[in-house]
């Protein structure tokens, strides 16, 4: 790499690093003012916890030599040691990819989640579905070569995330709702957020790491698309944000300010995997589509009976899917309305249903055993009277006395 581009590689690792932050002031705004210690230190504890060990095994997991092979040798290079410059960055690179994608998997089980037994999820989830994940969709694996399978000059399209990060987290946080069950006096309008602005700042952070999140691995590409993925940022995350103000105005009959805030988030998911291979315009369109889809997915919870606290499923998962199927419709070349016939959005299909089985199946084992072990859920008396004391001995907000 030259000047430039390690210092963009750099750049772009610390907006994708800030991102967690975001994440925890995006979910910590959600929930009630007793449980925002407990909602924030998930993701401050996913940040700790996944960067050592991606630098101690994940990222020699992250790559494979054959197309089928589960994962990496974990003890290929044990800690760095022998790494050199430009590899370390990477490095750094993809460890931001692991920390925000588990903690994105958190949300699904707030108010109701011991702080240990989440972190022996994180670090189980990350070695078992995450680390491997990685090579299947970016490391040599079989997502990656899936092209080469069916005989094509293409192959499948996921340039920051919509089935490694999206998907994939929106997966487990289904399988861990399960496992935890409902929050006591679960029902619709239950709990309101705490603290809006909370959640409009960690919208804010979010959007602006996410430039960091799709534009930062151009620095393996000399910048070559940088262009278009940040408009296509810019622009899906803007239009998706009107989709779902116009589907709550239509449904709930207000445009609320969390409402933009969420349509924000669905918009950058949608985004992820495609931003470098859709016209601008095409990723207006995919922004509105998202928004409006996400908006409405967020009822699934209540019809369906499960308890996704902050609707990771609604966003993510939906979400990740959305942005990945559009593809096979209108990437560049491949897409179906450029004449590129079905073997793009069937290549999509598959890659997002293996992610998304993969992850919820292994998710639920995991957490189903911790659960029957150590305990995974708080007692509910501690849940109702807030688990920032319980958990933490501390509260998000006390008044000053002398």
Not at 68 to 96: H, I
Not at 100 to 105: E, Y
Not at 277 to 285: D, E, F, K, R, Y
């Amino acid at each position: 790499m030259d000047t430039g581009e390690l210092a963009w590689a750099i750049t772009a690792s610390a907006l994708v690093v800030f991102m967690t932050p975001g994440v925890a002031f995006f979910y910590g705004g959600l929930v009630k003012a007793k449980s925002v210690v407990s909602m924030m230190m998930m993701s401050f504890g996913a940040l700790g916890l996944i960067s050592v060990l991606w630098i101690l095994y994940g990222y020699n997991m992250s790559s494979v030599d054959s197309p089928w092979a589960f994962s990496g040798n974990p003890f290929s290079d044990f800690g760095l040691g022998s790494a050199d410059n430009e590899t370390l960055v990477g490095a750094l690179f993809g460890a931001t990819f692991a920390i925000i994608t588990v903690a994105l998997i958190s949300g699904a089980i707030a108010d109701r989640a011991k702080f240990g037994s989440w972190l022996i999820f994180a670090g189980l989830w990350a070695t078992f579905v995450y680390f491997p994940v990685a090579a299947w969709v970016w490391g040599g694996g079989w997502i990656l070569s899936l092209g080469d399978t069916f005989g094509l000059d293409y192959t499948v399209i996921d340039y920051a995330g919509g089935t490694a990060v999206h998907i994939n987290a929106g997966a487990a946080a289904l399988a861990l709702a399960l496992v935890l069950g409902k929050r006591v006096g679960f029902a619709k309008g239950m709990s309101r957020p705490h603290n809006v602005p909370l959640v409009l700042l960690g919208a804010s952070v979010l959007w602006f790491g996410w430039f960091g999140f799709n534009v930062g691995a151009e620095f393996s590409n000399d910048l070559a698309n940088a262009g278009l993925i940040a408009v296509n940022t810019l622009g899906a995350t803007a239009a998706a944000i009107l989709g779902w103000l116009i589907v709550e105005k239509l449904k709930d009959g207000k445009a609320t300010s969390v409402g933009a805030g969420s349509g924000a988030v669905a918009g950058l998911v949608a985004i992820t995997p495609s931003c470098a291979n859709l016209t601008p315009g095409w990723a207006l369109v995919l922004g509105i589509l998202a928004g409006a889809i996400c908006a409405l997915a967020i009822e699934l919870k209540y019809k369906l009976g499960f308890d996704d606290s902050l609707d990771v499923v609604g966003i993510h998962m939906v979400g990740g899917i959305v942005g990945t199927l559009y593809l096979g419709f209108f990437a560049i070349d491949t897409g179906l309305v450029y004449g590129g016939g079905g073997m793009q959005l069937l290549m999509q299909a598959i890659a997002a249903i293996g992610v998304l089985i993969y992850s919820f199946v292994i998710a639920f084992i995991i957490g189903f055993v911790i659960e029957k072990t150590i305990g995974f859920r708080v007692k509910n008396e501690d849940e109702v009277a807030g688990v920032d004391q319980a958990v933490h001995g501390e509260e998000g907000y006390v008044l000053a006395t002398e």
